[in-house]
């Protein structure tokens, strides 16, 4: 008896373009080189599925030939937070996001946990400052190491602040305090990142009492506690 391998041929090829998809995504940018290593597989396989992925407006492939998500994802992944409950508070925390963007002049961020592994920025306020960090809504970032990471996992404590020098892009800072619900528990994190040559100091000091003015602030919401 004959057995068919397509299903198994199909399922393989949708395997590797989403994983494709994940690493794009997950960089932020990158290149085809560096997407294929990521998912292990031939460069020439990675292309062709990269390729799908920027027709169908997945991915966009820039000038300088690096991949980063395209605006059918992006459209997706807004849809996605608009359905769940943390649509709910990523509203709840525009103001407090303008107020601490307009406080330190750097972009404010506010994250959830997804998995124990990575967070997702799920409000953002971009700097106004001609040169400021700049991420997107749906953006996944490791927990491990990161200054959201460590206000997920507990190691802060409220009412208090953590910040990381270059732990997802080099000379970048990121401040970040937890957001709690009664319970103690850690529910969200919102933080500031900016470049190293500016939070340093005086500056640091400041935006690390903004953020956790901010945090605090959201956790004293009385639908989220």
Request: no cysteine.
């Amino acid at each position: 008896m004959k057995v068919s391998t397509q299903g198994t041929h199909v399922a393989r090829s949708v395997e590797r373009a989403l994983a494709l998809l994940d690493s794009v995504v997950s960089h932020g940018s990158i290149t085809l080189t560096e997407a294929a290593r990521a998912v292990d597989v031939p460069t020439p396989t990675a292309l062709r599925h990269l390729r799908a992925l920027e027709v169908d407006g997945y991915v966009s492939r820039g000038t300088d030939g690096t991949y980063s998500a395209g605006p059918r994802f992006h459209r997706l992944a807004l849809t996605a937070l608009d359905a769940s409950p943390t649509a709910r508070l990523a509203q709840i925390a525009g103001p407090v996001l303008d107020s601490l963007e307009g406080a330190t002049e750097e972009s404010a961020y506010l994250a959830v946990p997804e998995g124990e592994d990575h967070a997702v920025y799920v409000a953002i306020r971009e700097s106004r400052r001609a040169v400021r960090h700049v991420s997107w809504l749906g953006a996944r970032i490791p927990r491990q190491g990161t200054a959201v990471g460590l206000a997920l996992s507990g190691e802060v404590s409220a009412g208090s602040a953590v910040h990381v020098a270059g732990a997802v892009e080099a000379d970048v800072v990121a401040i970040a305090s937890p957001v709690t619900d009664r319970s103690g528990n850690a529910i969200a994190a919102v933080a500031v990142v900016g470049p190293e040559g500016r939070l340093r100091g005086k500056a640091l000091d400041r935006a690390t009492a903004a953020v956790i003015e901010a945090a605090a602030d959201l956790g004293s919401v009385e639908e989220l506690v």
